[in-house]
């Protein structure tokens, strides 16, 4: 059994994810020959540090994140930290050869990202990047079947994130409305899993269009520590200007010659959290929502030709969806992915093997958005670019 010490910075909703994800590890995956072990953690809000030692299990809490990095029993670091402290966060875990978990989108900018990837590539540590929407087994279920040919020749890709999570106008002014500390809004927060998605499964990009806008102009002021970006201010309270996009959208042409649009929106009414894809082949096509996350639409047919779609149902038929529940129709949520994510991130760090998704991944998602940034300055279209730093 190998024994891997965990440190994770950051203990609002994402480091609490992680942290129950790694305990259940070698529960879900028992033949996996893993175990995780949850050294230290840390969060500028003392009482929030302390309460996810009692609560999760930590040996040690600590407001002072550079504590984790010393720690000599910490192997494995998880960044659920605000997208401002990424690069510092990263620069000093690599100095001291720990392998890293980056919340996307990783860094406030497309430039940042590309700085903390060379920063671990050149420091030779592993990485992974919470792209975890691929772990969904019917997903997984998809691109097995597009890699199989099922589809045919992709034809079309249609991806969007719309979440509802900003559509308040007394919703607080938390971190991910304020360009210090987020970069970027729903372009960061969102649109990083829908373009993630769309070169998973599609491939890359090669030109886009874009556009974004900001719809709610300020907020209410938070509280320090308390409460989420899902918490509501007052009509009374103080305000402030939200200073980054709620919305963003593009046109894509993607090297396989596909064609596409993404969408994302963070103040959108109507979808409570519509993660999907729709994709069209000459053969066959392929709709997935993660609202309805363990239901597949798909539709085969010979030449395609055929009577409609099927409506797939999870199972244990699907990858890794037994480990959780065997049973047809037995459905997965949200955590169950990160469980598979952080197993995969384990598995890396145990063969001293990098996998995907790593900061490489990131990287390809930021050119995709420092083309959508041109764009919205240029009102063009904008082709991918390398930003790989030497």
């Known amino acids: 059994m190998t024994e891997l010490g965990i440190g994770v910075i950051g203990m609002g909703w994402m480091g609490q994810v992680h942290a129950r994800s790694y305990s259940l590890v070698r529960q879900r995956f028992p033949d996996c020959g893993l175990s995780a072990r949850l050294v230290i953690c840390s969060d500028n809000v003392a009482q929030r540090a302390e309460r996810a030692r009692d609560l999760l299990g ?15 029993a910490v192997q494995v670091l998880s960044i659920a930290a605000p997208n401002n402290l990424h690069l510092e966060i990263v620069e000093a875990a690599a100095a001291a050869g720990l392998h890293i978990f980056c919340e996307k989108p990783v860094g406030r900018t497309p430039q940042e990202t590309a700085q903390i990837e060379a920063i671990a590539r050149n420091a030779g540590i592993l990485s992974f990047v919470g792209f975890n929407y691929r772990w969904a087994p019917l997903v997984l279920h998809a691109k097995r079947l597009i890699s199989d040919g099922a589809l045919g020749e992709i034809t079309q890709y249609r991806g969007r994130f719309f979440s509802m999570y900003g559509s308040d106008p007394l919703g607080l002014l938390s971190w991910r409305f304020d360009r210090e500390f987020a970069g970027y809004g729903a ?71 596909a064609r596409g649009t993404l969408e994302a929106s963070r103040s959108i009414v109507g979808p409570k959290n519509q993660m999907a894809f729709e994709i069209n082949g000459a053969k066959g096509a392929i709709n997935w929502d993660f609202e309805r996350m363990n239901e597949l639409q798909l539709y085969l047919g010979e030449d395609g030709r055929g009577d409609g779609f099927t409506r797939l149902v999870a199972g244990d038929r699907y990858p890794w969806h037994g480990n959780f529940n065997p049973g047809e129709g037995s459905g997965l949520g949200y955590e169950d992915m990160k469980v598979i994510e952080a197993w995969q991130f384990l598995r890396a760090v145990a063969d001293g093997r990098q996998r995907a998704p790593g900061l490489a991944d990131a990287l390809a998602v930021a050119e995709a958005h420092q083309a959508m940034i041109r764009s919205w300055n240029s009102g063009a279209w904008e082709a991918i670019t390398s930003m790989r730093l030497d």
């Open 58 to 72: 930590f040996e040690a809490a600590t407001t002072r994140w550079r504590d984790v990095i010393e720690h000599p």
């Open 187 to 257: 372009l960061g927060d969102i649109m990083a899993h829908a373009t993630d998605m769309a070169l998973y499964l599609c491939g890359p990009v090669k030109r886009l269009v874009s556009n974004a806008h900001t719809f709610i102009a300020e907020r209410p002021l938070p509280i320090p520590g308390v409460g989420t970006h899902y918490s509501r201010g007052a009509p009374e309270d103080p305000k402030a200007a939200v200073s980054n996009e709620d919305y963003v959208g593009a046109l894509l042409e993607f090297e396989n010659g």
